[in-house]
Each structure stands twice: as C-alpha cells, then as structure tokens.
C-alpha cells in the first residue's frame, strides 16, 4: 500500500496570502502546502485500487503533480471548504474512465455537497462541456467497517467543534484530520497503528483543530510507529520546527510517499 500526501495544509494553506512571516516567505518548498489531501494506491480483493482521500480547492495541481492516473473513489472527511471546493475536477476522471465516481461520506456530507454543488446532482443537461458524475456512497462513522470496491475500511468518528468529520483507516495506517479531540471509542479503533497521519493546526490551542502538543498526547498514548502531522498552519517551519517532535514523528510534506 502507497500513500502520497497531495497537500498537508491547513484551511488557508501556506504561505497565507499576504503573510510576510519567515514560514510563509520561506524558500524551502517543504514549507509550500497546499490544503490537505491524500491518495491511496491500495490492494483489494477486486485488484488494485486508486483512493483520493477529499478533493480540496488545491486538487488540480495536486493530481497533476502527483500524476493520478485514475480515481475508484473519493473517501470524504467533511464538507468544508477546503475538502470538498475541487471536486469539479473529478470530470476529467470521467471523461477518461467513462463512468461515475463513488463518492463516500456521511450524511452532512452528502447534503452540503447536494446544497453547494446542485449542478452535479440535479441530473441538469450542460450546454456545454462536462458535469462531474458522482455517485454518493452513505455510511455512518460509528459503522464497524466499510467494504469499498473490495478494500475494508474503517471509519474514524472525529469531533470538529459542534460537528463530526471522518478518519479512515486502512489495514495498519489511519488518516485522522481536522478533529478537536479524538474520543475513546475512536482510540480504540487506532490501536496497533504502524503509520498515523495526524491533524496538528498550529502551536497554540485551537477550539476546532488539534495543536502540537495535544497531538503529542495522542501518539504518546497510540503509540505507532510512525507519526506524520498534516494540516499544517504557518507555525510549522519543516526543518526549524521538527526539533521539537519526538522521534517516530515529523511533519508531513506535499508529494511524500509513505509505504506500509
């Protein structure tokens, strides 16, 4: 199984428009992240699989530098902004396989996406070009384990202020972004992590997001083997910064390949 980490920023990305601190004018291209995504090369019971994990307003360029030569489904996390504001993107992804996506996430998800992007629901005929063809896929994030295309996966039940987003596990790496906390239940769903992809907005403490040390509290208490912090805020200088973390941990980066 191969991930590549398409972007590991966080809502606004880095560097922040108009930002004139050292993070966001650095020249190391480590500290340039666009917002979080992930793609997943994975080996299923139907054959290989090619699983995007949300489809940020960043998606083009990061398909295109990640070169994603096809797209089996989206696993969504919620429906903020910049998770979902791309998805119009996937239409190439049709045009090529000539079929509809799957599409799969909970019910908030599927109701913003229906709300915000109605063209691509509301079986509307384009005067001109193409539509993206999704096929929403529901489940709820206290299910067991979802079967998608022969893959299991196991959904992550995440706090994200006064609403829930969506982890995913696969096999012995999770992906746990964009939570306030993570419960006890969903710790037990964590347990015996080889790899754990995890949310750390900034330094100081975030009413929505994870900081640095709380994300620290929760690999100390997992204990994987491997910690990559995503959804990385300008606080975060890639080399300057890393000698703060402990080892077995360190910042995720745009385009790193993480092999499990």
């Not at 398409?6 to 428009?17: A, D, E, R, Y």
Request: hydrophobic content about 35%.
């Amino acid at each position: 199984m191969l991930w590549t980490i398409l972007g590991c920023g966080s809502s606004t990305g880095v560097p922040i428009l108009t930002c004139p601190c050292p993070v966001c004018r650095s020249k190391n291209p480590k500290n340039k992240r666009t917002r979080s995504s992930a793609w997943i090369q994975v080996k299923g019971t139907q054959g290989p699989k090619s699983f995007v994990i949300d489809t940020g307003p960043d998606f083009r360029q990061q398909a295109l530098r990640a070169q994603i030569p096809r797209i089996d489904a989206v696993l969504y996390t919620h429906p903020h902004a910049d998770h979902i504001n791309g998805c119009d993107e996937l239409r190439a992804y049709n045009y090529t396989q000539k079929a509809p996506i799957p599409i799969h996430g909970t019910q908030w998800l599927v109701d913003e996406m229906r709300e915000r992007f109605p063209y691509i629901f509301d079986g509307r005929t384009p005067e001109g070009g193409i539509l993206p063809a999704l096929t929403p896929h529901l489940f709820k994030d206290t299910s067991p384990k979802l079967d998608i295309q022969g893959v299991e996966v196991i959904p992550i039940a995440l706090p994200h202020g006064s609403r829930e987003t969506v982890g995913y596990r696969i096999d012995s790496v999770a992906y746990v972004a964009d939570c306030s906390y993570i419960p006890k239940s969903s710790l037990e769903r964590l347990k015996g992590l080889d790899v754990l992809i995890l949310d750390c907005a900034r330094l100081a403490p975030h009413n929505t997001h994870l900081h640095l040390d709380k994300s620290l509290e929760i690999v100390s208490e997992l204990r994987p083997k491997k910690t990559f912090l995503t959804h990385l805020g300008h606080d975060f200088d890639y080399t300057k910064s890393a000698k703060k973390l402990p080892r077995g941990v360190k910042f995720a980066y745009d385009g790193m390949k993480i092999r499990a």
